[in-house]
């Protein structure tokens, strides 16, 4: 009996150790397919803006079908949240990078923007888009000293530009517009620039079948003045500057201050400090596929210091501070264009302007929020004077003691800062 009963405990307990090894197993698998499921939507969900792929449009050539678009939406990656990452040079930025909770990007979404951005017929003649003013041939500026809009009507401001604003909450030059949502809508209903209203420009897009699918899909409660706001700034996040020469030349900077003279001698480097060694030639070689000049480099020292006092407003990620200040521009007028004072009302306002970045800025002229000035070396030499005094002039505005060849490397510094921008389908929109 003694035998029996234990032959039987015996099969009991490998039969239940049977079943735990059982359970655990299929505990283990269901783990591991957890585990390769979210990576795989992590990768799928990660993006690096600057990627052609987020910007390049519903493949294929021509006029956009309803056909394609169904497709298009009928794939539910591009339904799913993005999380961008910015790009070499920005990257030193990453926690500015903005992003509202209530619009958050996806493909799709990207999409739908893009093809507003450049819908002329959100106008109301259907003869001014968002890309009128702000154009991928110009820099996303529009090397005017107004932004025109319809039937040749000139506004009384240079047209900033549309890239890298997914660093920026505040938009226009006063900061009008606290979100880069509520800016998008605004040009539509101006009378000088889209000469439309909300209510007709909803009504055109409704009318439109291929954007009327988008925006019921997209959005829950379909088309909306507040939706269109939406996507066309979830597609000007994704325009981003890529690497300029003057990034790639940063990291081989900071590793030249942090080690000096031990980078001079690279075959003792190399055997001393193999790892070190293929870090600092990996570094150089690539900012010496796109060099700085030694102009550009001793304009660097300038601008980044006292001398030129330039980071004092010209700093960050996108060298520019997102504030407002009085330059002085303008302010010579007998009536001069207020700026920030016009929103805030606040007396130390008056005349200020928000700081524009630097990258780019060879490829944006004229300058300043009126277009004022033509060239670079125009606006150096604005700046080595002090400005225009007046009550109100920006503390960090002074008199600069520059030589004439100091201005010229503050230039070609800024030329450095020029660099490529995403590819962008422009033509495709919906029937």
């Not at 799709?108 to 003013?133: H, I, M, P, W």
């Not at 509520?182 to 909300?198: K, L, W």
């Not at 897009?205 to 939406?230: C, H, M, P, S, W």
Request: charged letters at 25%.
């Amino acid at each position: 009996m003694v035998e029996q009963l234990t032959y039987e405990s015996i099969l009991k307990v490998r039969r239940m150790f049977s079943s735990l090894r059982f359970v655990t197993s299929l505990a283990l698998i269901c783990l591991a397919m957890t585990v390769v499921s979210q990576a795989q939507e992590a990768t799928q969900n990660n993006v690096k803006l600057g990627d052609p792929e987020l910007t390049s449009g519903i493949s294929g050539k021509g006029v956009l079908t309803v056909e394609e678009i169904k497709s298009w939406l009928a794939d539910e990656q591009n339904h799913l949240v993005l999380s961008p990452s910015l790009p070499l040079g920005l990257a030193v930025g990453e926690k500015q990078l903005y992003i509202p909770e209530d619009n958050p990007m996806t493909r799709a979404k990207v999409e739908l923007g893009r093809q507003l951005y450049f819908d002329r017929r959100l106008s109301s003649n259907n003869t001014v888009s968002c890309a009128d003013c702000h154009h991928p041939e110009d820099s996303y500026g529009r090397g005017t000293r107004f932004g025109v809009g319809i039937n040749g009507q000139m506004g009384g401001r240079n047209s900033p530009v549309s890239f890298n604003r997914i660093l920026s909450k505040a938009q226009f030059w006063d900061g009008r517009a606290s979100s880069l949502e509520e800016q998008a809508i605004g040009p539509i209903a101006n009378p000088i620039e889209m000469g439309n209203t909300h209510l007709n420009a909803v009504k055109t897009l409704t009318g439109i079948e291929g954007y009327r699918l988008q925006f019921e899909k997209i959005f829950a409660d379909g088309t909306t003045i507040q939706n269109v706001g939406k996507a066309i700034a979830t597609f000007e996040r994704t325009l981003v500057t890529l690497p300029s020469a003057y990034d790639l030349y940063e990291p081989v900077l900071s590793l030249r201050k942090a080690f000096g003279e031990d980078l001079d001698d690279l075959e003792a480097l190399e055997e001393d400090d193999p790892v070190l060694f293929e870090n600092y030639m990996s570094k150089l070689k690539r900012s010496q596929s796109n060099p700085m000049s030694e102009s550009a480099s001793r304009g660097r020292e300038i601008f980044f210091t006292t001398k030129g006092r330039c980071s004092a407003c010209h700093v960050g990620a996108n060298l520019a501070d997102e504030k407002y200040h009085n330059l002085g521009v303008g302010m010579e007028a007998e009536e001069p264009d207020l700026g920030r004072f016009a929103v805030t009302k606040q007396p130390t306002d008056r005349g200020a302007f928000k700081t524009p970045t630097i990258r780019n800025v060879t490829l944006t002229g004229p300058y300043m929020h009126d277009g004022s000035m033509e060239t670079l070396e125009e606006v150096v030499e604005w700046y080595a004077k002090g400005g225009f005094p007046n009550p109100t002039l920006s503390k960090d505005v002074k008199k600069l003691d520059l030589t004439a060849q100091d201005k010229k490397d503050l230039v070609a510094f800024m030329k450095a800062c020029t660099s490529k921008l995403p590819k962008v389908e422009q033509d495709r929109l919906p029937k």
